[in-house]
């Protein structure tokens, strides 16, 4: 194995393709091209890969949403997580530990019925469980019907479970880097060339350079690169805070959420607690932990498990994540300006998206159309008021 | 982050007694043509820095108010009345006031 995952360049000139963003979908998407025999591209990022939602995300898959132009999206992204250690021959200890949903009120639990029959139809394995049921999977799981908020029911979601973020963004990195594509660190795009309607190119701190086609892939801080290029985005930037506890020995074998009480849980193969909660109320761009989200998940976290009552953090952290209206992204060309492409709007549930999203994005920049699977995630549907409702199935995280 | 906002009735309150409310955008005139309406519901500047955005003070007086905020820092914020944002908003966007 070579010392370095990918090698330092100079900056060329120009290049075929421009991708400012180094984080899992810039990656992916550098490959995926390169793959495809694109390989004049750059990848752009301002710090170092892996920077942003990449690196901080809790690493939870699965592709039981709720609409079919979700649904077909997800689970093509969950069939290539499913082969991509062996094609990127990187241990990505992905571990299909199957999924819960949990339902606490009679319309959680009808939304999440909705999902059940919608996934069946589609051929995604996600069916319903009753608490009897749940607490056979999680023995320690409280299904006392005088908690504050009952378990009436699960979506469980046997595909459904958890990877190694950062081997996903280093081996796809190292992927494109192997197949030709140049990944610049310490890179930032500070202006984007428009000319007559077309896109000219970048300015970066280490020069300008040329590119017929430039695509934005920088999640949490989309709105203000696509600014650079005169776009408006409908994102909002929220943090979203997780944490991590110390080591114990293994009891969780699945992947717990619950949108009622705002919280997902994990167990790493380390014995670690991987948790998150909801998103910061209000758009911030900053990555501050607080002290209101350990209290919030603490308190939530114990209805649920009470086991947990002497559990120890080790660490918190937020990151940026980029919500839209729909709470489904745009992969997509903008029409008023040729050559000029947004990939954003992951929201709080991207990092699942990665493979699909590179693989798609890829295949819209090389044959110059966008594929049927990621046309609903058109830029121009919030013009034409077509949204993809996804927040019933995306709304906490995970 | 956590901050203290000011309420304009109320005073300095911890955050978590608001609700963050949207950006404050300029709304259409009512007879205005579609885009403009799509615009305004879907389309957000999201500045990374000084913008104006509503709250509304929940647990406390449930009056709604502009707040001026920086986004990266949660400081440099003045609150005030709907009313009040034509003297406000000029003067508050002109570089440096
Ligand atoms: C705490 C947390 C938990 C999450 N949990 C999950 C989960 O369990 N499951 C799931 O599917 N998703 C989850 N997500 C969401 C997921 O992490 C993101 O949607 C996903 O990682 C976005 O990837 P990206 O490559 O689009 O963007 P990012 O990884 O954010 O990368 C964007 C990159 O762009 C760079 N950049 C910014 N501006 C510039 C510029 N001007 N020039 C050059 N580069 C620039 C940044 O430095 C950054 O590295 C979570 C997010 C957070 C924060
Ligand atoms: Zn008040």
Redesign the interface.
């Given at each position: 194995m070579a010392k370095q995952m990918w090698r330092t360049y100079d900056l060329k000139k120009t290049y075929d393709i421009v991708i400012i963003g180094g984080g899992a979908h810039g990656l992916a998407t550098a490959y995926y091209l390169a793959k495809m025999g694109v390989k004049n591209v750059a990848v752009l990022e301002a710090r170092y890969p892996g920077y942003g939602g990449s690196g901080r995300n809790t690493a939870i898959l699965r592709s039981n949403y709720r609409t079919e132009e979700g649904i077909k999206f997800y689970d093509q992204s969950l069939g290539l997580y499913e082969n991509l250690s062996t094609e990127l021959n990187y241990n990505l200890m992905f571990s299909q530990q199957g999924h819960f949903t949990l339902g606490h009120t009679e319309s959680s639990t009808s939304g999440l019925v909705t999902r059940a029959e919608n996934n069946k139809a589609l051929g995604v394995n996600s069916f319903m469980l009753t608490p009897q049921e749940i607490k056979k999977k999680l023995p320690e799981i409280n299904i006392s019907s005088h908690a504050r908020y009952p378990i009436l029911g699960a979506l469980y979601h046997p595909p459904g479970g958890i990877i190694r973020h950062d081997a996903v963004v280093w081996a796809y990195g190292r992927g494109a880097d192997k197949g030709g594509v140049e990944i610049h660190n310490l890179t930032e795009v500070q202006d984007i060339l428009v000319k007559n309607g077309k896109v000219e190119g970048v300015k970066t701190n280490r020069g300008t350079i040329y590119a017929k086609k430039v695509i934005s892939v920088v999640a949490g801080w989309s709105s203000e690169v696509c600014r650079l290029a005169g776009v408006k985005l409908p994102f909002v930037t929220h943090p979203l805070q997780a944490l991590v506890t110390e080591s114990y020995k293994p009891w969780l074998h699945h992947v717990v959420v619950s949108s009622t009480l705002h919280i997902y849980l994990s167990q790493t193969d380390r014995g670690e607690l991987v948790c998150g909660d909801g998103i910061d109320g209000y758009p911030h761009y900053g990555m501050r932990s607080t002290l209101g989200f350990m209290e919030a998940f603490s308190a939530h976290v114990l209805e649920l498990f009470p086991i947990l009552h002497n559990v120890k953090v080790q660490r918190q952290w937020a990151g940026l994540c980029d919500m839209t209206p729909d709470y489904s992204p745009i992969i997509s060309p903008i029409d008023e300006i040729e050559g000029f492409y947004v990939n954003g709007g992951w929201g709080t549930y991207g990092f699942k998206a990665s493979p699909a999203s590179g693989f798609n994005t890829a295949k819209m920049l090389a044959e110059g159309k966008v594929p049927d699977m990621i046309k609903p995630f058109s830029y121009n549907r919030f013009g034409e008021n077509r949204l993809v409702g996804e927040k019933a199935a995306a709304s906490v995280s995970s | 982050?956590?901050f203290m906002l000011r309420c304009p009735n109320c005073g300095d309150r911890h955050?978590?007694e608001f609700?963050?409310r949207g950006?404050y955008l300029q709304r259409p005139q009512q007879e205005d043509e579609?885009?403009s309406w799509?615009?305004y519901?879907?389309?957000?500047?999201?500045?990374?820095g000084k913008h104006f955005?509503w709250w509304y003070h929940g647990s406390g007086c449930q009056r709604w108010f502009l707040a001026e905020r920086d986004?990266?820092?949660?400081t440099t914020q003045t609150t005030f009345w709907f009313d009040d944002r034509p003297r406000l908003i000029n003067r508050e966007s002109e570089p440096d006031a």
């Amino acid at each position: 194995m070579a010392k370095q995952m990918w090698r330092t360049y100079d900056l060329k000139k120009t290049y075929d393709i421009v991708i400012i963003g180094g984080g899992a979908h810039g990656l992916a998407t550098a490959y995926y091209l390169a793959k495809m025999g694109v390989k004049n591209v750059a990848v752009l990022e301002a710090r170092y890969p892996g920077y942003g939602g990449s690196g901080r995300n809790t690493a939870i898959l699965r592709s039981n949403y709720r609409t079919e132009e979700g649904i077909k999206f997800y689970d093509q992204s969950l069939g290539l997580y499913e082969n991509l250690s062996t094609e990127l021959n990187y241990n990505l200890m992905f571990s299909q530990q199957g999924h819960f949903t949990l339902g606490h009120t009679e319309s959680s639990t009808s939304g999440l019925v909705t999902r059940a029959e919608n996934n069946k139809a589609l051929g995604v394995n996600s069916f319903m469980l009753t608490p009897q049921e749940i607490k056979k999977k999680l023995p320690e799981i409280n299904i006392s019907s005088h908690a504050r908020y009952p378990i009436l029911g699960a979506l469980y979601h046997p595909p459904g479970g958890i990877i190694r973020h950062d081997a996903v963004v280093w081996a796809y990195g190292r992927g494109a880097d192997k197949g030709g594509v140049e990944i610049h660190n310490l890179t930032e795009v500070q202006d984007i060339l428009v000319k007559n309607g077309k896109v000219e190119g970048v300015k970066t701190n280490r020069g300008t350079i040329y590119a017929k086609k430039v695509i934005s892939v920088v999640a949490g801080w989309s709105s203000e690169v696509c600014r650079l290029a005169g776009v408006k985005l409908p994102f909002v930037t929220h943090p979203l805070q997780a944490l991590v506890t110390e080591s114990y020995k293994p009891w969780l074998h699945h992947v717990v959420v619950s949108s009622t009480l705002h919280i997902y849980l994990s167990q790493t193969d380390r014995g670690e607690l991987v948790c998150g909660d909801g998103i910061d109320g209000y758009p911030h761009y900053g990555m501050r932990s607080t002290l209101g989200f350990m209290e919030a998940f603490s308190a939530h976290v114990l209805e649920l498990f009470p086991i947990l009552h002497n559990v120890k953090v080790q660490r918190q952290w937020a990151g940026l994540c980029d919500m839209t209206p729909d709470y489904s992204p745009i992969i997509s060309p903008i029409d008023e300006i040729e050559g000029f492409y947004v990939n954003g709007g992951w929201g709080t549930y991207g990092f699942k998206a990665s493979p699909a999203s590179g693989f798609n994005t890829a295949k819209m920049l090389a044959e110059g159309k966008v594929p049927d699977m990621i046309k609903p995630f058109s830029y121009n549907r919030f013009g034409e008021n077509r949204l993809v409702g996804e927040k019933a199935a995306a709304s906490v995280s995970s | 982050m956590s901050f203290m906002l000011r309420c304009p009735n109320c005073g300095d309150r911890h955050v978590a007694e608001f609700s963050f409310r949207g950006e404050y955008l300029q709304r259409p005139q009512q007879e205005d043509e579609f885009a403009s309406w799509a615009d305004y519901v879907y389309m957000k500047e999201n500045v990374q820095g000084k913008h104006f955005e509503w709250w509304y003070h929940g647990s406390g007086c449930q009056r709604w108010f502009l707040a001026e905020r920086d986004t990266t820092d949660n400081t440099t914020q003045t609150t005030f009345w709907f009313d009040d944002r034509p003297r406000l908003i000029n003067r508050e966007s002109e570089p440096d006031a």
